[in-house]
C-alpha cells in the first residue's frame, strides 16, 4: 500500500536554494526535502510508505551484509559523483562474496549552507545507480551539521545479499598454484578523481571507472562457483589488496608487470605525478583468485561481459612463509609490492 | 607514453644486461655508486641488481634531498612552525623526518601547529597572497634541481611586495657531497669503502651541465656516467661504466643525452647566482660538516629569508644513536647493517630520514628488495 504524496505549499528551491539546520530538525521541512527530494527519486515502494524500516521477506539460504561510509572530495568528478560511488562501492562490497545484492540503505550528513542543486545532483544521480544496478534504496536517513563541521556532505550506505548455495568465497581461501586474474586496467578512479583535486588540477580524459560488479561476478559464478577469493581492489589499489589477501590467506604471490593492464593516459598521469598505479584506487575492478584449472574458463567469461572486457591473468599464488607479494618488474629484475606507507605523494626530485 | 615504455624494455634491458655480464672482468670487483635518491629508487624498483653479474655491486649515495638534511635542520623547522603567527609549508615526505625527541613537523602538526604539505613553491607563494594575516614560511630543500623554483617565488614575492613570505633555505650542492665522500677517510685511507666509479644525477645534471663533474673525474680518477631514471639508462650507465674502468679510463660521459648538456642550463643558472650565495659550510647528515655544500639567500633578498627573519637556532644535534643513516649516506654501510631495519624502524614508523622518502636507501630497500634478506 503506497500513501498519497504530501503537498507542500512551496517547493523545494533546488536551483538556487541551500540546506539549513531545520533540513535536518525533524520538522516540515525535513519533510519536504525527504519528500521531494529522496522518496521522488528512489522512488520504490518500501520508501514510499515512509517508515524509519524497510520490510522484506528473507531468502533461505546465506545472507551477507557490508556498510561503507563515502566522504569523497571532490563531489564530483570525471566519470561519477559521490552519490553514484556510494551505491557501486557498496554493491560492490555485497558482490565480493559471489552475492547477489538486494536492498541498499543510504544515511546522509549534510553540512548547513550545501546548495540544494548540488543534493539534488547527487541523490539523483544515485538513483540512476540503483536503477541501473537493479538495487533499490529502500531506507534511509538525513541529518544536518553546521557549517564547518561537515565537507559538504557524506553519504554511508549499507547493503545485503543473498549468496547462492555452494558458493564459498572468501579473502583466506588462496591456495599455492592458484591463478590471480584482474577484470581490467587498474588506476583509473583514484586518477581521475586526483585530476580535479585542489591544486593539482590537470587535464585529462580519463574518466572514473566507478561501476556496479554484481553482474559480472553473477556471470564468473555461474561458470566456475569455485572462485576461492574476490575482491575490489579500491583504497590503496591492487597492491594492498592483494598484500591483504595474502596475509589472509597465509600465500606468497609472484606477479609480472608487463601482464598488469594500465591505461596508457594513467601511466602517463602516475608518471607525471610520481605516483604508482598499483597503489592507485579503483571502483570498478575485482580481483579473482581461482584454482588455476578455472583461469582460462573465468577469463573468457571475463572479457565476454563489459566491465571485464581487458581481464588479464597477472599472476599466481605460491608458498612463501613471509607471505611476499613480488613482482618480476619490466625489465627482468624482482621487487616486493608492498603496502601503501602512508598517503601516495608526488615525488618532489 | 610510449616514449616512456622504450626505457623499460625487458628485451633490451636483458641485451645490456648480457654485455655487462660479457665485459665485466671476474678477477675484479666493480663498485659503483648512484649518488641520486632517483636512481637509488629506480634500481629498487625494477629490481635491476638481479640483471648484474656478483661482482658488479651498486653503493648507494647521498643524494636524497629529504635523508642528508641534518636533525638541527629539522628542529629548526618545528622550531619555527612553533612561532607566533607562522604557517610553515614543504613538501609531503619532509613531514616525516625525525627530529630530536621523537618529534616530526606531523606530529608538530598535531600539537595544532599550522603546517601544510604542499607541491610547488608556487602553492607556498599562493598561500601568502590569500593569508596576509599569517607569515608563511616555504621551507625549502633539495638539490640543484629544486633551487630555481625556490628563485623564482623570492623574485616574484618581491615583484609582488609580499612581506608576509619567506625562505628557510636548505637548498644543498652535488658535487661539493661528492667531493666530501671521496676525500673522506674510509675511501681514501681505510679503504673500507670501495668506489669505483659513479653514475651522476639525471635531472640535477640537466641544471647544472656535466662540466662540474670534470674535475672530480680527473683529481679523483673516477669516471662518471652521467644517467637517466629510468631503469635501461641505469643498465646502460653501468655498461659505460664497466667498460671505463676496463680500459683504464676516467672521463665524464653522457647517457642521458637526451636531456643533459656540458653547460647545462644556463638561464636558471644565473637565476640561482642572483638570489642565492654559498654557505662557507654547512651540516649534512652523515657527511658532517662540508664546506661551500650549501646556498643562503644573498643580501638584497634579505627581506625573504627566514633564517634573517627570525632568531632560527643554528644547534647541531646528534642522529639517533641506533640509527646507521650517516654510514649509509657515505657509502660504509647497507641498510640491512642496521640493527633497526624491518624490526623496529620500518616506513610507517621511521627512525631515521633513510626510511622516509622512496628516494631513502632503507625505505627502498624495505619497500622493494626485502625479500633477498627473507630466510
Ligand atoms: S633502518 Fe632506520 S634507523 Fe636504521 S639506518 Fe635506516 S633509517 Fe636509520
Known amino acids: ?349 | 607514453m610510449k616514449y616512456i615504455d622504450e626505457f623499460r624494455d625487458g628485451e633490451v634491458a636483458r641485451t645490456i644486461a648480457r654485455a655487462i655480464a660479457a665485459e665485466a672482468d671476474p678477477a675484479r670487483s666493480y663498485h659503483l655508486m648512484e649518488f641520486c635518491g632517483g636512481h637509488t629508487h629506480a634500481i629498487s624498483r625494477y629490481g635491476l641488481e638481479d640483471l648484474l653479474p656478483a661482482n658488479v655491486r651498486m653503493v648507494h649515495g647521498p643524494g636524497c634531498p629529504v635523508c642528508v638534511l641534518p636533525v638541527g635542520r629539522i628542529d629548526a623547522a618545528i622550531w619555527l612552525a612553533r612561532q607566533p603567527g607562522v604557517t610553515l609549508c614543504t613538501y609531503g615526505d619532509m613531514l616525516r623526518v625525525p627530529g630530536s625527541e621523537r618529534l616530526s613537523l606531523l606530529k608538530a602538526k598535531a600539537e595544532g601547529n599550522d603546517i601544510r604539505m604542499v607541491y610547488s613553491t608556487m602553492d607556498a607563494l599562493a598561500l601568502a597572497q590569500k593569508h596576509p594575516d599569517r607569515q608563511v614560511v616555504f621551507f625549502a630543500i633539495g638539490f640543484e634541481t629544486t633551487t630555481p623554483p625556490t628563485a623564482v617565488a623570492i623574485k616574484q614575492a618581491q615583484a609582488l611586495g609580499l612581506s608576509n613570505f619567506s625562505v628557510f633555505c636548505n637548498h644543498v650542492l652535488t658535487p661539493s657531497a661528492i667531493t666530501q665522500i671521496l676525500d673522506s677517510p674510509e675511501v681514501r685511507e681505510l679503504g673500507t669503502v670501495k668506489l669505483d666509479a659513479f653514475i651522476g644525477p639525471a635531472h640535477v645534471s640537466t641544471v647544472i651541465g656535466s662540466r662540474p663533474y670534470e674535475y672530480f673525474a680527473e683529481e679523483y680518477a673516477r669516471p662518471v656516467v652521467i644517467a637517466g631514471f629510468e631503469p635501461l639508462d641505469v643498465m646502460q650507465a653501468i655498461l659505460m661504466l664497466v667498460r671505463q674502468v676496463n680500459d683504464g679510463r676516467h672521463e665524464v660521459e653522457n647517457e642521458f643525452a637526451r636531456a643533459v648538456t656540458r653547460d647545462g642550463n644556463e638561464k636558471a643558472k644565473e637565476l640561482v647566482a642572483e638570489i642565492f650565495e654559498l654557505r662557507k659550510s654547512f651540516e649534512w647528515r652523515g657527511l658532517g660538516l662540508v664546506p661551500y655544500s650549501a646556498l643562503r639567500i644573498k643580501e638584497p633578498y634579505a627581506g625573504w629569508d627566514a633564517e634573517r627573519r627570525w632568531e632560527v637556532p643554528q644547534a647541531s644535534v646528534p642522529d639517533n644513536k641506533a640509527c646507521d643513516c650517516g654510514a649509509i649516506l657515505r657509502g660504509v654501510k647497507k641498510p640491512t647493517d642496521c640493527k633497526l631495519f624491518g624490526t623496529v624502524c620500518t616506513p610507517e614508523n621511521p627512525m631515521g630520514s633513510c626510511m622516509v622518502s622512496a628516494e631513502g636507501a632503507c625505505a627502498a630497500h624495505w619497500t622493494y628488495g626485502r625479500f633477498r634478506n627473507a630466510g
Not at chain 1, 517547493?11 to 519536504?32: E, F, I, N, W, Y
Not at chain 1, 540503483?130 to 561537515?150: H, I, L, N, Q
Not at chain 1, 557524506?154 to 577484470?183: K, M, N, Q, Y
Not at chain 1, 610520481?274 to 575492478?285: C, I, Q, R, S, T
Request: aromatic letters at 4%; proline letters at 5%; one cysteine or more.
Open chain 1, 1 to 349: 500500500m503506497t500513501l498519497p504524496r504530501r503537498t507542500h505549499p512551496r517547493p523545494l528551491d533546488t536551483k538556487s536554494g541551500r540546506v539549513d539546520l531545520t533540513h535536518g530538525g525533524g520538522g516540515r521541512a525535513m519533510a519536504q526535502l525527504v519528500d521531494e527530494l529522496f522518496v521522488a527519486a528512489f522512488d520504490n515502494e518500501q520508501l514510499d510508505q515512509r517508515n524509519d524500516q524497510a520490510a522484506f521477506d528473507v531468502a533461505a539460504g546465506r545472507m551477507v551484509m557490508t556498510t561503507d561510509g563515502y566522504v569523497i572530495h571532490p563531489l564530483f568528478f570525471p566519470g561519477g559523483d559521490i552519490g553514484s560511488l556510494a551505491v557501486h562501492g557498496t554493491v560492490n562490497d555485497v558482490a565480493m562474496a559471489g552475492a547477489r545484492p538486494l536492498y541498499l540503505s543510504a544515511g546522509f550528513i549534510i553540512e548547513e549552507g550545501f546548495p540544494l542543486a548540488d543534493l539534488k545532483r547527487i541523490v539523483e544521480s544515485m538513483a540512476q545507480a540503483s536503477r541501473e544496478a537493479g538495487v533499490p534504496v529502500v531506507t534511509g536517513d538525513t541529518k544536518v551539521v553546521e557549517r564547518g563541521k561537515g565537507d559538504g556532505v557524506f553519504i554511508t550506505t549499507a547493503g545485503i545479499g543473498v549468496v547462492p548455495a555452494g558458493v564459498e568465497i572468501s579473502g583466506d581461501r588462496a591456495r599455492p598454484g592458484d591463478a590471480i586474474l584482474v577484470s581490467g586496467t587498474m588506476g583509473d578512479h583514484g586518477v581521475a578523481v586526483m585530476s580535479r583535486r585542489e591544486g593539482l588540477e590537470f587535464d585529462t580524459a580519463i574518466l572514473s571507472d566507478s561501476a556496479a560488479l554484481h553482474s559480472l561476478v553473477a556471470a564468473m559464478v555461474a561458470e566456475r562457483p569455485g572462485i576461492r577469493v574476490l575482491r575490489d581492489p579500491t583504497r590503496g589499489g591492487l597492491a594492498s589488496t592483494l598484500n591483504e589477501i595474502a596475509a589472509q590467506s597465509g600465500v606468497g604471490m609472484l606477479l609480472r608487470e608487463t601482464d598488469i593492464p594500465v591505461a596508457p593516459e594513467v601511466k602517463g598521469a602516475c608518471e607525471l605525478l610520481g605516483l604508482d598505479p598499483l597503489y592507485v584506487a579503483n571502483e570498478g575492478k575485482l580481483i579473482c583468485i581461482c584454482p588455476p584449472e578455472d583461469a582460462g574458463t573465468l577469463l573468457a567469461a571475463m572479457r565476454a561481459h563489459p566491465l571485464g572486457r581487458d581481464a588479464a591473468l597477472i599472476g599466481h599464488c605460491r608458498e612463501d612463509t613471509h607471505h611476499f607479494v613480488q613482482m618480476e618488474t619490466s625489465v627482468g629484475g624482482t621487487r616486493v609490492v608492498d603496502w601503501l606507507a602512508g598517503e601516495q605523494l608526488p615525488r618532489i626530485c
